[in-house]
């Protein structure tokens, strides 16, 4: 038997136990799918196929069985439902694909599995991967286990929310403009966006595939790098945006000394850039409180910190809601009720068909993108909205640019506040978009960024840093975030009930 319980386990320890057979991939699977009953009420799951990932734990107990010691085999995980799989409806959180089943698993579904993890069920998040608190869920609100009166963030928030409550040791996410690291940040865990292209995005549900990336959500670092290792890679006859960049083994960059590090210095000679536009009045004073003490912690460790600027911080809020909702139009023009999902019962004519559809099944703030998008790419709006964004966005790009000649690594709040109260800003779409305030520009980008647990704010509620590197550097994100980790216990606190 385990020492502890299976929930209690990250990824690392609970592959080491089933690698060690104190447990067993099917004992972990039971333990959690019955956890995953338990705590309905948390809105986290939309499916469950326990028959399948029983078959899936029993597969991996083999490879156990036959010798083979690899740092996810075994262990279960979970997917945000915008990832296809197989043996599990995937809906993306819309009433547009209520039941779809997908005949193949996206690649880095598939990519897990092969990996040897068992996939435990599909996550709830905003329709369509749009929304900043998980309540555009065409199926129910995700709570946040700190306080189930609260947004556990979006869209990845039944993600965050799931491996918050210990209900599952990791999970898949995506990030368009911010929902891995704003929900991390909103549960108190570690997730990392890698660079535009590094994970495939064959058979994720596309929202706006110029910023649309997967990436993982769990309780450390550490095990985010478990699951960043099996994720990433090229994949260049499915998903023509993949990067033709070799697999890294983010794992061993955790470890990989600096230069000139020392062991109560491990972060010597690392220049963390603070960009003046992220310390402003816009962010709530106890969010900046836990932000800056974790910067001091920084130093601690070695690092300085450096003034920098992102002087077009704030028309990424405009640029962005100009070029996603552009995209998410055009993306979601296929869901015309002939080749997937919803379709009305009685219509006229075809064009009857159309609307009746795709009123039924979009929600509101779907509806609301798909005709913004619309307008800004219609005939004599064009030049005046998207073609602008799209200058200001390689603006932004350029900014960060100038920005990494100052510093390594880039830090600040993630979001401007603590989770807000489920309904608070429901009613208010422009509330939200202004709180992706810090995580659009990264997107614009398409730099790396993640979020890491850094203490307690407003109503005792988890407060996260963000990091940003450069392209291609997840693992120089990963080694400060796990050097943090070492120092800190922030990502090792557990919500109380859970
Ligand atoms: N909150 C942002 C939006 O609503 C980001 C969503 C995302 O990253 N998928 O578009």
Not at 54 to 64: E, G, T, W
Not at 243 to 255: G, I, M, N, Q, R
Not at 405 to 422: E, F, H, K, L
Not at 485 to 497: F, S
């Amino acid at each position: 038997m385990s020492l502890k319980p299976i929930h209690d386990m990250g990824v690392a320890e609970l592959a080491a136990a089933i690698a060690d057979k104190k447990t067993s991939s099917v004992e972990a699977a039971q333990h959690l799918l019955a956890r995953a009953r338990q705590h309905e009420h948390l809105g986290v799951y939309l499916a469950l196929n326990e028959d399948l990932s029983l078959a899936q734990a029993k597969a991996a107990d083999a490879r156990v069985a036959a010798g083979e010691r690899t740092p996810l085999l075994g262990v279960p995980l979970a997917h945000k439902d915008i990832f296809v799989t197989r043996g599990f409806p995937t809906t993306a959180g819309s009433k547009m694909l209520a039941g779809y089943q997908s005949p193949f698993d996206a690649t880095v579904v598939s990519q897990l599995a092969a990996a040897g993890a068992v996939t435990l069920g599909k996550l709830n998040c905003d329709e369509f991967a749009m929304g900043s608190g998980n309540d555009n869920s065409a199926f129910s609100a995700a709570h946040n286990p700190w306080d189930v009166s609260r947004v556990p963030g979006g869209s990845s928030g039944g993600s965050a929310a799931a491996v918050a409550a210990r209900l599952v040791p990791a999970a898949t996410g995506t990030d368009t403009g911010g929902s891995i690291r704003q929900p991390a940040a909103f549960c108190g865990i570690t997730g990392i966006k890698p660079t535009y292209g590094r994970c495939s995005r064959y058979g994720m549900v596309a929202f706006a595939s110029s910023l649309d990336q997967a990436g993982p959500m769990a309780r450390s670092a550490a095990d985010c790098a478990a699951l960043l290792t099996a994720m990433a890679g090229p994949d260049i006859d499915r998903d023509s945006t993949s990067l033709d960049h070799p697999a890294e083994d983010y794992s061993a960059a955790l470890t990989r000394s600096r230069e000139g590090a020392t062991a109560a210095q491990p972060l010597k000679g690392l220049r963390i850039g603070l960009p003046a536009e992220f310390f402003g009045a816009g962010c709530a004073p106890d969010v900046l409180a836990a932000v800056r003490s974790a910067l001091s912690e920084y130093e601690q460790l070695g690092a300085t910190l450096v003034d920098i600027s992102l002087p077009r911080t704030e028309l990424s809020i405009p640029v962005y809601y100009v070029i996603a909702p552009a995209e998410a139009s055009s993306n979601l023009s296929r869901f015309d009720g002939v080749k997937f999902g919803h379709r009305a019962r009685q219509y006229d004519d075809l064009i009857d068909m159309y609307k009746k559809t795709r009123s039924e099944a979009f929600g509101p703030e779907v509806q609301r993108r798909i005709m913004i998008g619309t307008y800004v790419l219609s005939h004599g709006y064009y030049d005046a909205y998207y073609l602008q964004a799209q200058k200001i966005r390689r603006l932004i790009a350029q900014d960060f640019q100038q920005a990494f000649t100052q510093c390594d690594v880039i830090a600040g709040p993630v979001a401007p506040s603590v989770a807000w109260t489920i309904g608070e800003k429901s009613a208010d779409p422009m509330a939200n978009y202004l709180a992706d305030i810090y995580t659009l520009s990264t997107s614009l980008a398409g730099l790396p960024g993640m979020s890491v647990p850094a203490g307690f704010g407003a109503a005792n509620m988890p407060v996260g840093l963000q990091l940003v590197g450069n392209y291609f550097k997840e693992g120089e994100l990963l080694h400060t975030a796990h050097a943090f980790q070492q120092a800190t216990d922030w990502h090792l606190k557990t919500p109380q009930g859970y």
